[in-house]
């Protein structure tokens, strides 16, 4: 018989309130490991009290075990692993003359040796084993001799049968004793939630994030389309995105402030997810309106190895990886690229997508070092937007695009690269900080067509009806650093004790963007220029946050964002002389420049009158920075001011079961929704949500996890604007529901991973099912109209024996035939009429039809 091994260990969460009281604990567990390594069953053998013990169970379930052997089959083992829990104290000076044999110089041979480091916010985990260096059983990293193992783990090992084998956990408390989770709106996604429903494409991982709906309705070289908790974010102008520390937002796109395209995303190298609905982290900054969203990047140690996969499916759909993390590095070192193209589900939507990632964690010291690199090109047709009065008179198909070289020649090009330095430190009295630097270059190119021909020339004279095919350019180069440090546990007494961070984060941006009108039909000649403009744009951002616990039943924080942002632009079309006053005795051009600050606090507690039990309250006050070139001469930089406040609880049994049920309200000063004419977002004013969020997470098995997340949204208008001369009869009124909000949104997720057999040639075959299911109730147009509700279903299975998978994806599995995108506007498709109606029309562009996607890949 060969024992169980360690292949994947999971730090155990200090409990915040044994913390605050500066208690200790010492928690055995009996523990089963099943023929596939991971779990079948834990039980408390020795308790520590309720806190200890959950935090015990809910660390081990996640473990992975090589399996032990029976006569060369794998086969059911039962382990016993104590876990000390101890207080965070400084390491004492080594002795010069206490070294033990072959451990390296200045090392301390009284102190086990760490594990993997861990992300911020996790425990310093220590893992050996008592059968002796290399020992079975023993985890990555381990291979330490007796005298570093603790009296009571020898103790233990007296007490067990000759079968039983030994691992001793050890957790040194928490070096980054920030709380992630500030608010009932917060969530920290693990990686089997993140794999539980198929993903057609990276981008979907975002699906389980808790009241966020994405989708995408202009192909794969543009942003996909977002919508949280009452938000309509369109391409990202409400949510901060961070992918491994880089920022994702682009300030004063031309396409929409705060485009954050994240097609590059590799869904096999997502490692977890942190969002946090709201404002009431100090380190949210620009863009974090309806919230903030931060993906971490890594591959585990069972996942490690060579990955070679190709997929191909409906409408000539393939994607190609190829994935290389070397076993031996950490989790933070990979290299990733995928190649996708696709003839798409209808008349032109072909694209292609190419994208590369590479990332490298190490340690040096106290500090882990990271460096990470991006690298993302595609290139779309585009099939626009289709009236839904010609769709129901058949003159053009649901998947079609209308047959004029205007709608012909809609297309998209976009391109970015980013990379990133970082280096976070974590010292042994429990402090820690981080340090980044990271470059950006974004390039994007889009034409589209809205409303047909009702355009006119404001350059040339008399020129009217050659298409209203919109041309946007943008391109942006960016500089940023971030900086942050939090201090060691400041204990004035027994019962409280605390943390304070201080940050700062920067950014510089050059920003060049044009926008005009092409005539397709002319090999697409300029027929009129609506925007020219160069924009420099600074944004320092600094916080400061007080994380303080307060006995064992709260938790308070406290703490201040501010920002200041400049802006130098140069339009280049200001102040336009047009065609019938050629008498104007001036150049246009109008160059000018800006100033302004946002400040705004940010608060919450935790109170946990139950160990399963939490009671969350929160506000806090953000911003959205300014459309840069709307901006005048000397003006205070505006801001969008959001003021955001949840309150709830939150439920938690083990690992078994984590429920949410919460309330929130949210008040925006300027809001913005999009504009056909123009192509992009303009001002609409002043808005609220009033909402409810539900989430629930199972894992009444150690194979399946499950997920449901309900958001529920009253979403309204507080003060449109007013009519105008070149708009008397604006589409929003005061106290209507905001356009193409939805106020119900519902996620559905349940994945499952099982040995199907147990042993097949000598290896077990392991089956792999997941579904996500997505409805959006009717949401409101403009003009008093309404979108249909949408259900979507996606279904995955896949089989993995040895070194093979092969996997199956079916995405909307019955088949709803639905709008990805709906909108409300005036346009006319008829060229020759001689008359241009102005009446506004339901638009639509169609969502993508059932599909299927074969999977084949070799890991080695």
């Known amino acids: 018989m060969r024992p169980p091994a360690v292949r994947e260990s999971h730090p155990a969460a200090y409990p915040p309130a044994a913390l605050a009281e500066g208690r200790e604990g010492h928690v055995e567990l009996g523990v089963v490991v099943s023929e596939t390594g991971v779990v079948d069953t834990a039980e408390v053998l020795v308790s520590a009290g309720a806190d ?3 935090a015990a169970l809910e660390a081990i379930r996640a473990w992975r075990f090589t399996p032990a052997e029976v006569d060369g089959r794998p086969a059911m083992a039962r382990i016993r692993v104590p876990f000390d829990f101890l207080l965070p104290e400084p390491e004492p000076e080594p002795a010069a003359d206490a070294q033990p044999e072959g451990a390296p110089p200045g090392s301390d041979p009284d102190v086990p040796v760490s594990g993997d480091a861990s992300d911020a916010g996790e425990p310093d985990t220590d893992v050996t084993a008592t059968e002796g260096e290399g020992g079975p059983g023993a985890a990555p990293g381990a291979g330490v001799g007796e005298d570093r193992v603790s009296a009571a783990t020898d103790a233990a090992a007296d007490e067990l049968a000759d079968d039983e084998d030994v691992i001793d956990v050890t957790v040194r408390g928490q070096r980054d004793l920030r709380t992630e989770e500030r608010s009932v709106s917060d969530f920290q996604l693990r990686r089997d939630q993140l794999r539980a429903a198929p993903r057609s494409e990276g981008t979907e991982v975002l699906r389980a994030a808790p009241g966020l709906y994405i989708g995408r309705s202009e192909g794969p070289a543009v942003a996909h389309n977002y919508m949280l908790r009452g938000f309509d974010a369109e391409h990202g102008q409400d949510i901060a995105f961070r992918v491994g520390g880089l920022p994702i937002n682009l300030p004063s796109h031309i396409h929409g402030q705060g485009y954050a395209d994240l097609g590059f995303l590799i869904a096999d190298v997502v490692s977890g997810m942190n969002v946090s609905a709201g404002v009431s982290d100090p380190r949210q900054g620009d863009f974090a309106v309806a919230g ?3 993906i971490s990047l890594g591959v585990g140690e069972d996942e490690r190895g060579v990955r070679v996969a190709s997929s191909y499916g409906s409408f000539r759909t393939s994607r190609q990886l190829l994935l290389f ?24 939507r072909a694209g292609q997508a190419a994208s590369a990632i590479l990332q490298h964690g190490t340690e040096v010291g106290d500090f882990t070092l990271r460096a990470i690199g991006v690298l993302h090109t595609a290139r779309s047709d585009l099939a626009g937007v289709l009236r839904r009065d010609d769709i129901d008179a058949g003159r053009v198909c649901f998947t079609c695009v209308y047959d004029q070289p205007t709608a012909r020649a809609q297309n998209a090009l976009s391109s970015r690269v980013m990379v990133g330095l970082f280096a976070d430190y974590r010292g042994e009295r429990g402090d820690s900080g981080q340090l980044g630097v990271w470059l950006g270059y974004d390039s994007f190119r889009i034409q589209e067509n809205f409303t047909g021909y009702i355009q006119s020339s404001r350059t040339l004279a008399r020129v009217a009806g050659r298409g209203d095919l919109i041309e946007q350019q943008n391109r942006t180069r960016s500089v940023g650093l971030v ?3 939090r201090t060691a546990p400041m204990r004035p007494t027994t019962w409280a004790h605390g943390t304070l961070e201080l940050g700062i984060e920067g950014r510089m941006d050059g920003i060049t963007q044009q926008q005009s009108l092409l005539d397709a039909a002319v090999r697409n000649q300029t ?11 600074v944004d320092v951002g600094f916080w400061a946050d007080l994380d303080w616990h307060l006995t064992q039943y709260l938790d308070v924080r406290a703490g201040v964002r501010g920002a200041v942002l400049s802006y130098d632009i140069e339009d280049r079309l200001g102040n336009f002389v047009p065609v019938v006053r050629p008498d104007d005795a001036f150049i246009m051009g109008f160059r000018r420049s800006a100033l302004g600050t946002a400040f705004g606090p940010r608060v919450s507690a935790r109170v946990t009158p139950l160990p399963w039990l939490e009671v969350l309250a929160a506000y806090g006050e953000g911003y959205r920075s300014p459309q840069a070139r709307l901006l005048e001469d000397g003006e205070p930089a505006p801001f969008s001011k959001v003021r955001s406040g949840d309150l709830g609880v939150r439920i938690t049994r083990d690992d078994t079961l984590e429920l949410t049920l919460g309330a929130y309200y949210t008040r925006l000063s300027d809001d913005v929704a999009f504009d056909a004419a123009e192509g992009r977002l303009e001002r609409i004013g002043a ?3 009033v909402g409810g969020v539900l989430n629930a997470v199972v894992r009444p098995l150690d194979w399946l996890v499950g997920s449901l997340s309900v958001t529920v949204v009253g979403a309204t208008l507080r003060s449109p604007p007013p009519p105008s001369a070149e708009e008397p009869f604006p589409p929003y009124e005061r106290g209507q529901r905001l356009p193409f909000v939805p106020p119900v949104v519902i996620r559905a997720e349940l994945g499952a991973s099982h040995v199907l057999r147990a042993s097949l040639g000598g290896h077990p075959l392991t089956g792999r099912a997941g579904v996500g299911y997505s409805y959006l109730s009717a949401r409101p147009l403009p ?8 259900s979507l279903l996606d279904i995955g299975l896949s089989l993995q024996w040895r070194a093979l998978d092969l996997g199956f994806q079916l995405n909307n599995a019955i ?8 909108y409300n506007f005036a346009s006319d498709w008829s060229p020759d009429d001689g008359f241009r109606s102005r009446t506004p029309a339901r638009h639509i562009s169609a969502g993508a039809p059932l599909s299927l996607m074969v999977t084949l890949g070799v890991t080695l």
């Open 325 to 348: 993390a070397p076993r031996g590095l950490s989790d933070q070192s990979f290299g990733a690229l995928q190649y996708t193209r696709t003839d798409g589900f209808g008349q032109n």
């Open 815 to 822: 088949n709803t035939r639905y709008a990805a995108v709906e």
């Open 527 to 537: 027929w009129d220029q609506r925007v020219d403009a160069s924009v420099r744009g």
């Open 783 to 790: 003009f008093d109209q309404a979108a249909a509700p949408v």
């Open 687 to 689: 808005t609220q949500r």
């Open 52 to 54: 200890f013990d959950a």
């Open 292 to 294: 903030s969203i931060d």
């Open 483 to 485: 900086g942050r440090y």
